[in-house]
C-alpha cells in the first residue's frame, strides 16, 4: 500500500517547496534585517528574518509564515513579496531555530501567531493590516491564529492545512509511523531535513519495526528518539476534548468573518483537513462570510500546492495545470487589503482542475461540483480475490455468493515489496499483484466515452468479520485501455469505528454490517473512454502503518504475539446491497457508462 496515500504527509519538501529562485533584480529591491525578536506574552522571544521592499515610502500590509522549518528555508518567498511591494516575515515557531521556548506541536501556534500579528501591527512598515503565508504546518497556525480573533489579522490563505484528529496525526483514528519521521525532523533547534530526507534510512526503519512485530507505542524508542509528544498523540486514538482544543470551534468559525482563500490538491495528503476546515468554516460561518470564502482545489499532490509541477507521482499534467500560485497569492492580498481587483482566476467560489481534460471548472460550492450520482453495485461469479480474476460493478444488484478474503498479521512478505516500490507513485499496480487472493477486485466494464468523474466517491458494503476489529482499505482506480493505472482516490476505516469516529463499537457479531466508507479524497478526472474503474478493498497490513492484530483490544499496545487471523465476507445480494456510488460533473447520458440512466441514486439503499 503506498505510503503516499496512507500516510500524512505534514512536512514540506526543502526543495520544491520555495518560490522560483528570485531574480537578481528581486532581490536588489529587497531590504534583510536578520534575528529580529519577536516578545510573546510570556517572555519567550521568537526569532524572524525581516524581508521588506527597498524602496517602500509609506507602510504596506504585511505577510508571515510560522514555521517549523526553520525561517531560510522560506527565503526565496521572502525576496519574492517583498520585491512586489509586500513586507515578509519568516518567523521560526517557539522552540526551533532561533526562536527561545520549547517546540510543542500545533498546540502552541494559537496564542504564539496572534502575538506575532499584534506585534507586526505596530512595526513602522507595516499599516496595521497583517496576513499569513504558508502550506502544511504553516497552513494550520493559519486557522489556529485565526481562531484567536487578532485585531490586525486581514485575511488568510491557508494552504495544505491538517485538521487534528481527521489526518494529523492519524487518518480516520489509524495513525503512522511517519510521525516519528516527521518529530525527528522537527526535534531541537537545528534543521534535521538530512536526516528526515534520507528515504531509505527510513524505509528500513519502517520495514524493521513492521517485521519484528513490536507494538506500534514502542516504535519512537526502537528507532533511538524517544518521544513524549509521539506518546501523548498516540493515547489519544479517536477525537476527543484533546484534539477538539487544537480546532476551531463551531462558535469560532462562525465569528470569523475575514476573506479566506483556501488551496489544496487532488492528491494532496492533507486534503482531507483542508477541506474540512473549509466545510466546518461554511457550515457555520454567517452567509456574510460564507460569501468571502474561495476554494482552489489543484493538480497537485503536497508539495505542489506551494510549486505547482507538471509531472509528479508518475503523472504528467497538461500546460495548464502550472498556475502561477505566488501570483495568485499576490492579487489575494492585494484585493483583501489594498482595494485592489479581484484575482481573475476567481471567477467562481470554488475553482478545481479535472485531470486528463488540462483545464479548470468553477461552481458555486464544493457540493455544486457533482451534477449527479451513478450507483455500481458490486458482484462477483467466483471469489474476486485476484487483479485477473476481478468481480464486476454495474448496474444490477449483485446475485453472487459472498467474496472474502483472511488477513493474517503473522505475514509480513508485503514488506519487501514496500521496500522496493516508489513511495510516491499514484501508477504503481505492484501492490495489488503481490496481495492476490488477500484482497477483493472490482472493475467496471469499459466507458463508452470520455466521462468527468469529480466529487467523492461513497461505498457502502456488506461486511462480516470473525474477529471484534480490523482495519480497511479502499482504492479506487482507473485502468485505461493498455493497463496502465492512476490512483483516483482512497478510503481507510478502522471497524470499532463503523459507527462513530468518537465512540469506538467491537463486533460482536458475525452477521453481515454495513460499513459506510464515505471519507474518501476529491477526485476531479476524465476517464477516457475504453478505461475501466477498479476498487479495490482489503486489509490495511504495511510498514507504512499502524498495525491491527484484530484482537479488539488497544492496537498501539499489541503486537505480534496476540495477532490472531480474520476473515472477512463481503455480501452482495439483494439484501445486502454493497455499492460503489460515482460522482459524475453533469447529468450523463445513459450511454456515458455502461450502466443505464436509471442506476441514479442521490443516496445509498438501506
Known amino acids: 500500500m503506498k505510503p503516499t496515500v496512507l500516510m500524512l504527509v505534514l512536512s514540506v519538501a526543502m526543495a520544491s517547496a520555495s518560490a522560483s529562485d528570485p531574480a537578481a533584480n528581486d532581490a536588489a529591491e529587497v531590504q534583510f534585517t536578520w534575528g529580529v525578536k519577536i516578545p510573546m506574552r510570556d517572555g519567550v522571544r521568537l526569532n524572524a528574518t525581516v524581508y521588506t521592499p527597498r524602496a517602500q515610502q509609506a507602510p504596506a500590509p504585511c505577510i508571515f509564515t510560522l514555521t517549523p522549518y526553520i525561517a531560510q528555508s522560506y527565503h526565496d518567498r521572502g525576496v519574492y513579496f517583498a520585491a512586489h511591494g509586500l513586507p515578509f516575515l519568516t518567523v521560526d515557531v517557539r522552540g526551533r531555530g532561533n526562536s527561545e521556548g520549547d517546540f510543542h506541536p500545533f498546540i502552541q501556534e494559537a496564542h504564539d501567531g496572534y502575538d506575532v500579528v499584534e506585534w507586526l501591527a505596530r512595526q513602522p512598515y507595516c499599516n496595521g493590516k497583517v496576513s499569513m503565508w504558508g502550506g502544511s504546518y504553516a497552513g494550520y497556525d493559519q486557522w489556529a491564529t485565526a481562531k484567536e480573533f487578532p485585531p490586525h489579522l486581514a485575511t488568510i490563505v491557508p494552504v495544505a492545512s491538517p485538521y487534528a484528529a481527521v489526518d494529523f496525526p492519524a487518518r480516520n483514528n489509524i495513525f503512522y509511523p511517519y510521525e516519528m519521521q516527521w518529530l525527528t525532523f522537527t526535534s531541537g533547534h537545528t534543521s534535521q531535513e538530512r536526516i528526515f530526507g534520507d528515504e531509505r534510512f527510513w524505509a528500513a526503519r519502517y520495514r524493521q519495526w513492521f517485521e519484528s512485530g513490536r507494538p506500534f507505542r514502542e516504535f519512537d524508542v526502537m528507532l533511538g528518539n524517544p518521544s513524549p509528544i509521539f506518546q501523548e498523540w498516540i493515547a489519544h486514538p479517536h477525537p476527543d476534548a484533546h484534539w477538539d482544543s487544537y480546532n476551531p470551534t463551531p462558535?469560532?468559525?462562525?465569528?470569523?468573518?475575514?476573506?479566506?482563500?483556501?488551496?489544496?490538491?487532488?492528491?494532496?495528503?492533507?486534503?482531507?483537513?483542508?477541506?474540512?476546515?473549509?466545510?466546518?468554516?461554511?457550515?457555520?460561518?454567517?452567509?456574510?462570510?460564507?460569501?468571502?470564502?474561495?476554494?482552489?482545489?489543484?493538480?497537485?499532490?503536497?508539495?505542489?500546492?506551494?510549486?505547482?509541477?507538471?509531472?509528479?507521482?508518475?503523472?504528467?499534467?497538461?500546460?495548464?495545470?502550472?498556475?502561477?500560485?505566488?501570483?495568485?497569492?499576490?492579487?489575494?492580498?492585494?484585493?483583501?487589503?489594498?482595494?485592489?481587483?479581484?484575482?481573475?482566476?476567481?471567477?467562481?467560489?470554488?475553482?478545481?482542475?479535472?485531470?486528463?481534460?488540462?483545464?479548470?471548472?468553477?461552481?458555486?460550492?464544493?457540493?455544486?461540483?457533482?451534477?449527479?450520482?451513478?450507483?455500481?453495485?458490486?458482484?462477483?461469479?467466483?471469489?474476486?480475490?485476484?487483479?485477473?480474476?476481478?468481480?464486476?460493478?454495474?448496474?444490477?444488484?449483485?446475485?453472487?455468493?459472498?467474496?472474502?478474503?483472511?488477513?493474517?498479521?503473522?505475514?509480513?512478505?508485503?514488506?519487501?515489496?514496500?521496500?522496493?516500490?516508489?513511495?510516491?507513485?499514484?501508477?504503481?499496480?505492484?501492490?495489488?499483484?503481490?496481495?492476490?487472493?488477500?484482497?477483493?477486485i472490482y472493475h467496471t466494464a469499459p466507458f463508452e466515452r470520455d466521462t468527468e468523474i469529480s466529487g467523492f466517491f461513497r461505498l457502502a458494503a456488506w461486511i462480516a468479520i470473525d474477529r471484534p476489529d480490523t482495519d480497511f482499505a479502499v482504492r479506487i482506480y482507473e485502468v485505461r485501455q493498455d493497463g496502465t493505472s492512476t490512483l483516483l482516490s482512497s478510503d481507510v476505516l478502522r471497524a470499532r469505528y463503523r459507527e462513530s469516529w468518537r465512540e469506538p463499537k467491537l463486533v460482536q457479531t458475525r452477521s453481515p454490517l454495513r460499513y459506510d466508507f464515505e471519507r474518501f479524497t476529491f477526485v476531479a478526472q476524465e476517464i477516457r473512454r475504453g478505461s475501466r474503474l477498479r476498487l479495490v478493498l482489503g486489509p490495511i497490513n504495511s510498514m507504512y502503518s499502524e498495525k491491527n492484530y484484530n484482537t479488539g483490544g488497544e492496537v498501539a499496545a499489541e503486537s505480534m504475539q496476540e495477532a490472531v487471523p480474520v476473515t472477512v465476507t463481503l455480501f452482495h445480494d439483494a439484501a445486502h446491497p454493497s455499492a460503489l456510488y460515482v460522482p459524475l460533473a453533469q447529468v450523463p447520458s445513459a450511454t456515458e457508462l455502461t450502466a443505464p440512466a436509471t442506476a441514479f441514486s442521490s443516496s445509498p439503499p438501506r
Open 251 to 440: 462558535e469560532q468559525y462562525a465569528r470569523l468573518s475575514l476573506p479566506i482563500l483556501t488551496i489544496t490538491g487532488s492528491h494532496d495528503d492533507d486534503q482531507p483537513g483542508a477541506l474540512t476546515h473549509y466545510r466546518e468554516y461554511m457550515r457555520n460561518a454567517s452567509p456574510e462570510g460564507r460569501a468571502r470564502h474561495y476554494l482552489v482545489i489543484g493538480p497537485w499532490d503536497h508539495a505542489g500546492t506551494r510549486t505547482p509541477r507538471a509531472q509528479f507521482g508518475g503523472l504528467s499534467l497538461g500546460p495548464n495545470s502550472l498556475l502561477d500560485i505566488p501570483k495568485l497569492h499576490r492579487e489575494w492580498y492585494a484585493w483583501t487589503m489594498q482595494g485592489g481587483a479581484q484575482p481573475e482566476f476567481l471567477k467562481k467560489a470554488v475553482v478545481y482542475y479535472v485531470l486528463n481534460a488540462d483545464t479548470w471548472r468553477y461552481a458555486d460550492s464544493l457540493e455544486a461540483i457533482t451534477g449527479a450520482t451513478r450507483t455500481l453495485y458490486l458482484d462477483s461469479v467466483a471469489n474476486a480475490s485476484d487483479v485477473l480474476a476481478s468481480g464486476s460493478l454495474d448496474a444490477q444488484i449483485g446475485r453472487g455468493k459472498p467474496d472474502h478474503y483472511v488477513y493474517d498479521p503473522h505475514d509480513v512478505s508485503i514488506a519487501e515489496v514496500e521496500s522496493a516500490g516508489d513511495s510516491e507513485s499514484l501508477v504503481d499496480q505492484r501492490m495489488e499483484y503481490a496481495q492476490r487472493g488477500k484482497l477483493l
